[in-house]
Structures are given as structure tokens and as C-alpha cells.
């Protein structure tokens, strides 16, 4: 009997010259970006301490280098922890969530207070509890990161087709094969979308908390130069702070791509 | 082999009202009959397949196979649904394993096992092949193995050509006829198709709907091996008129109507 092959789902690839426009221009409009903000600061003559060219700020930046890296290496090992620490957190208690109702509905509202208190009110009350060290500042950091995380998360365990739990329960496989086998593996691809997003928020939570308590990092960098109108390097930090946020996103993405092809290649059909 | 006797199932819905699902179903149904079950959307054809795997119990009435009532899942029993529903991380090898897996009934010789119904399914050399390669109709083989794969007495198949185009659908059909006979189970398969239903069946289970009930039990008396050349046969063709009757009710069926 005949069968016929449905084309191949193969990775769309991308011809040479769209894959380098998608680099090259974009870096083009960075440069440019860069440019125009340059000439406008020489030409008009901007104050430093308002909005600094970005020569100034590079100048600025290197020239405290060594302490420069030394609030980057902070503030990167409060995220991490952070994002580490929220993942842990978020996986069983998004398990917790969909496993059934009546826990659901005990643990939601706590979830709910979790985030409608304003971390920034919450940073001092915390470091008064719990010391003025790097626990407290993981923390605040886990409080901004782990929610969409679990949403996410328990979203993706409840996307599993009906038919397949019906499946699971005809072969009489236990809730913990389900869970394992069926469930988690389903829900890969929300749990990555639910990473992108709380790695971006790990970074806004870890300078939130330098703000409040911190003797280093960069949240720290901006409050302290910003406080002698050290204005470049506010600039500096911030600029390191973005580049920070996206190389962690897209981490998450090659992570995504490498350990679980299936997932991206799903997201690519889907949208 | 299967009994059900005086079925009834009653299903609470959301707005605090009873629906009847199954009212009264009695049948008894034989060791490797094909069963097949129409009756328009709602007449408790997947209600009815569902009590016979165990997923859900009648409300009154008994269900049994082979005296033993039914009360929960039993692992001897296969499904296979509209949609394929494959696991699109595992290949179809794997996919094919999974009820195996899911039993912890997997040994040396299931590999072989799946690789014989994959054989058997014509999808020999797509074993490492991702569900997302496939057509519909490959997937929906794919699924009709792993509903074989553990060798069950019994094969519940709801609607399991409902999503496929109607060339793929012959197509399918007859390949369910040449498994059915190298791999002779009881099978009940529920469909919309009329003249699927007479292809495929020794006995058509006409229900209507609301509440869902058996109207009549057909036998079709055309000899096997059937093909769609059968459809010129005029024991196919009075069982097919009769089934339209009873669905349609005698207004609407005229003499040159189609099988649809």
C-alpha cells in the first residue's frame, strides 16, 4: 500500500541574505542609534549630568572598570540565585495549583497577595527580617520573578489533550507517570515562555533590591553615582543592565532550542 | 463477550440539570465482532465507549466483558480517538510504546512488537520519524498501533477517521479491515459515516439521541472480505437504507441518495 510522506517539517532556513539582515540591520540601527545620540549631545552641547554622550559614558564607565565588573558580578549572582531560586519554587507549586481544586483555590490567594504588595514597600520591611545580606535581596528578586513563572507553568499542565489523560487512566498509569510522562513534557513549551519572562524579571527584581539594601551591584552603581551626579555611570550601568537582561533571555531561548527542538519547532507552527 | 445490560448514565451539567446520556442499553456483543455504533452528535455513542473501557461507570445497569463487571479501566483494552493525540516529542516509535511504557510492560521483545504494527500499518522506515512529519492519516495509523500495541482483546475506536479527508478515510477503512483480519478482536467503532458503518460492521448499532438509546441492531449480511465494491451489494445497500431510515426518519431518503 502506498503511503505518501507529508512534507518534510523542516526548519524553515532562512536564505544568506535574510539571515544577515537580521543581524546586520539591527546592528545598524544600534550604531545609528548611538551616533545621532552622540552628535546630539556635541551639537547642542547637553549637560553631562542631564544626558551624557555615549562617549563620555564609555570614558566614565571603563575608568572605574575592575568596581564596574564587580557590581556586574553581583548583581548577576543576585539574579541568578533569584531566577534559580524561582524555578524551583514555581514548579512544584504550579503542580500544587492543577492538581486539584480544593489546593488550588487554598494556595491562589496567597499567590494573589504575593503580588499585589509592591516589592519596593517590601524590600526595607524584608531586610530588617532578614538581615542585611544577599538573602533578602534573592528574595525580592524571586517575588517579582516566580509568578508568571508558575502561571505558566500550571497553564502548560492543564494544555494536555483530554484524550491523552484518558489514555493514561486506560493504561492505569499512576498520577506521578502522568505528571512525568504526559503532563510536564507538555507543558515545556509554556514553561520556557514562563522562563523568558521571569529571567527579564529576575534582573528588574535584583535592582529593585540593590536599591533598597546592597553595598555593591549594579542597582547600587546607579543610586550611589546618580547621588554625586556621577551621571555617566548611572548611564554605564543601566546600559549593562539591558545587555545583561537580553543575553539572559536568550539563554532561555538556545536552551529552549538545543535540549528541546520539539518545543521551538511547536511554537514555530503555532504562531 | 461484552455486556452491557439495561445501561443507563446520567451526567450532571453545569447549570445543575441531569442529562441522560445513555438511557437503557442492553447488548451483548461477541468475541472478535466488529461493532460499529452511528446515530447523530449526542446520542451517547462515546458515553457508551467510554463505560465499555472503564473510564466512566453507568449510573444504573451493569457492564460487563466476560462476566467480569466493569468498575475500572482493564489493560486489555485499546482506544483510538478522532485525533491522533500523539506525543509530538517522541518518535513513533516511542510513541507507539507508550501505553507499554505508561504499564511498565516494556521488555526486550516490545520493540519488535511495535516494529511488527508499524510494519503492519504500512509506516515501515518511519519508526524514528517525529509525529510533526506525518500526514493525518500516517498519525492516525500511528495511533491505531499504539492502540494494538499491547496485544488487547478489545479495540474501542471513537470516530477515528472523523478528521481525515474522505480519499484518506477509504483509505483507512479498508486498512482497518486487513488489520482487523490478521488481528481478529472485538472491536466497537463509533462513526458518522453511514456506509462506514456498514463496511466495517457484522452488526450496526443505530442510536438516536436525547436521550441516547439503541434504536435497532443491524445485521449486515455482506460476505467479508469487503472492499468498497461492496457498496454495489444489495445486502449493503438495504442495510444502508435501513440505517437511514431509522436516522432520518422515512422522508428523506430517496431512492438515489448517496451514501454519505
Known amino acids: ?271 | 463477550m461484552i455486556l452491557l445490560d439495561h445501561v443507563t448514565r446520567v451526567f450532571n451539567s453545569r447549570d445543575g440539570d441531569q442529562v441522560v446520556a445513555l438511557k437503557d442499553v442492553s447488548v451483548s456483543i461477541d468475541a472478535n465482532e466488529f461493532i460499529t455504533l452511528v446515530g447523530p452528535s449526542g446520542c451517547g455513542k462515546s458515553t457508551l465507549l467510554r463505560i465499555v473501557a472503564g473510564l466512566i461507570l453507568p449510573t444504573m445497569g451493569t457492564a460487563s466483558i466476560g462476566g467480569v463487571p466493569i468498575r475500572e479501566p482493564r489493560s486489555e483494552t485499546g482506544i483510538v480517538f478522532q485525533a491522533p493525540t500523539l506525543l509530538p516529542w517522541a518518535s513513533v516509535m516511542d510513541n507507539v510504546l507508550f501505553p507499554l511504557r505508561m504499564m511498565h510492560r516494556i521488555d526486550s521483545t516490545s520493540a519488535d512488537k511495535a516494529a511488527a504494527l508499524i510494519k503492519l500499518v504500512g509506516l515501515s522506515g518511519f519508526e524514528r520519524k517525529s509525529p510533526q512529519e506525518l500526514s493525518g492519516g500516517m498519525q492516525q495509523r500511528v495511533a491505531i498501533c499504539r492502540a494494538l500495541v499491547h496485544d488487547p482483546d478489545i479495540l474501542l475506536m471513537d470516530e477515528p477517521f472523523g478528521a481525515l479527508d474522505a480519499l484518506t478515510r477509504e483509505e483507512m477503512t479498508l486498512e482497518l479491515l486487513r488489520i482487523w483480519s490478521e488481528r481478529p478482536k472485538t472491536v466497537l467503532f463509533v462513526t458518522h459515516s453511514i456506509s462506514e458503518a456498514v463496511v466495517l460492521a457484522d452488526r450496526v448499532m443505530v442510536m438516536s439521541p436525547r436521550p441516547g438509546r439503541i434504536v435497532e441492531i443491524i445485521e449486515v449480511n455482506v460476505p467479508r472480505p469487503r472492499g468498497f465494491h461492496v457498496e454495489g451489494d444489495a445486502a449493503f445497500h438495504d442495510a444502508s437504507r435501513r440505517i437511514r431510515e431509522l436516522i432520518f426518519g422515512e422522508r428523506h431518503v430517496g431512492p438515489g441518495r448517496a451514501a454519505a
Not at chain 1, 57 to 62: A, G, M
Not at chain 1, 70 to 85: D, I, N, P
Not at chain 1, 149 to 170: C, D, F, H, K, N
Not at chain 1, 178 to 201: C, D, Q, T, Y
Request: with cysteine.
Open chain 1, 1 to 271: 500500500m502506498s503511503v505518501q510522506a507529508a512534507p518534510p517539517l523542516e526548519r524553515r532556513r532562512k536564505p544568506p541574505a535574510a539571515a544577515l539582515s537580521e543581524v546586520v540591520v539591527p546592528l545598524l540601527a544600534t550604531v545609528a542609534f548611538f551616533v545621532l545620540w552622540e552628535g546630539i549631545c556635541r551639537t547642542f552641547s547637553v549637560p553631562a549630568y542631564l544626558v551624557p554622550a555615549p562617549s563620555q559614558i564609555w570614558t566614565d564607565t571603563i575608568a572605574i572598570g575592575p568596581a564596574v565588573l564587580g557590581h556586574t558580578m553581583a548583581t548577576l549572582k543576585t539574579v541568578l540565585l533569584g531566577f534559580g531560586v524561582s524555578i524551583v519554587v514555581s514548579l512544584p507549586l504550579a503542580v500544587l495549583l492543577t492538581a486539584s481544586p480544593a489546593v488550588a483555590s487554598t494556595i491562589y490567594p496567597f499567590l494573589v497577595w504575593t503580588q499585589s504588595i509592591p516589592k519596593v514597600a517590601l524590600a526595607p520591611v524584608l531586610v530588617v527580617a532578614l538581615g542585611s545580606n544577599e538573602l533578602p535581596r534573592v528574595v525580592i528578586t524571586v517575588l517579582v520573578a516566580f509568578f508568571p513563572l508558575v502561571i505558566s507553568v500550571a497553564t502548560g499542565l492543564m494544555s494536555v489533550p483530554p484524550e491523552l489523560l484518558e489514555l493514561s487512566r486506560a493504561c492505569r498509569a499512576s498520577k506521578w507517570s502522568e505528571l512525568w510522562r504526559i503532563r510536564l513534557p507538555f507543558a515545556i513549551p509554556f514553561i520556557f515562555a514562563g522562563l523568558k519572562v521571569a529571567v527579564s524579571l529576575a534582573v528588574v527584581g535584583a535592582v529593585v533590591a540593590e536599591f533598597v539594601n546592597a553595598d555593591s551591584g549594579l542597582g547600587f552603581l546607579i543610586v550611589t553615582s546618580t547621588a554625586f551626579f556621577r551621571v555617566p555611570v548611572a548611564f554605564g550601568a543601566l546600559i549593562i543592565l539591558s545587555i545583561m537582561g537580553v543575553v539572559l533571555f536568550q539563554i532561555v531561548v538556545i536552551v529552549e532550542r538545543v535540549f528541546f527542538p520539539w518545543s521551538s519547532a511547536n511554537a514555530q507552527v503555532s504562531s
